[in-house]
């Protein structure tokens, strides 16, 4: 297996996406784009990496879409953040990136595993693999989401 993985590797898939307004709050969020919602539906959860600094995301779903309103430390912050820094919003800011503003979204790992980033700038991803789906729906059990 490769021990890094460039944005710009014939086995990643690199759409645009657009950042957004989260419902009535001022806060960003990432829209996911149209060619990736075949790949990925509401509740699901992924790992989404923001300038070298991986993070764990729910997938969630408005009236225009899918969207992803944070990105946070481990799975379990996603499920529940609280009070935990939202990474996905200090890269916006980190970034000087605007509402409506697009960005680039690597699809490392269809279903599992993106990158998100400046457009124009390279990335490069360190190899993931997704828990197997039986260990997957045992932790949800476990955390009361099964």
Avoid at 95 to 106: G, M, T
Avoid at 114 to 142: F, H, N
């Amino acid at each position: 297996m490769t021990d890094r993985i460039p944005s710009d590797h014939a086995s990643v898939r690199t759409v645009r996406g657009k950042l957004a307004r989260s419902g009535g709050t001022r806060r960003p969020c990432l829209r996911v784009p149209d060619e990736l919602a075949d790949s990925l539906d509401a509740g699901d959860y992924v790992r989404l990496v923001l300038d070298g600094d991986a993070a764990h995301a729910r997938v969630s779903e408005d009236a225009t879409g899918l969207v992803i309103r944070g990105a946070y430390d481990d799975k379990s912050l996603a499920r529940d953040p609280g009070d935990a820094p939202n990474r996905l919003v200090e890269w916006v800011d980190a970034n000087d990136r605007p509402l409506d503003s697009a960005v680039e979204v690597d699809e490392v790992e269809s279903g599992y595993f993106y990158g998100v980033r400046v457009p124009g700038r390279r990335a490069v991803y360190a190899p993931s693999t997704p828990p197997a789906d039986s260990l997957a729906s045992i932790a949800e059990k476990l955390d009361g989401d099964g």
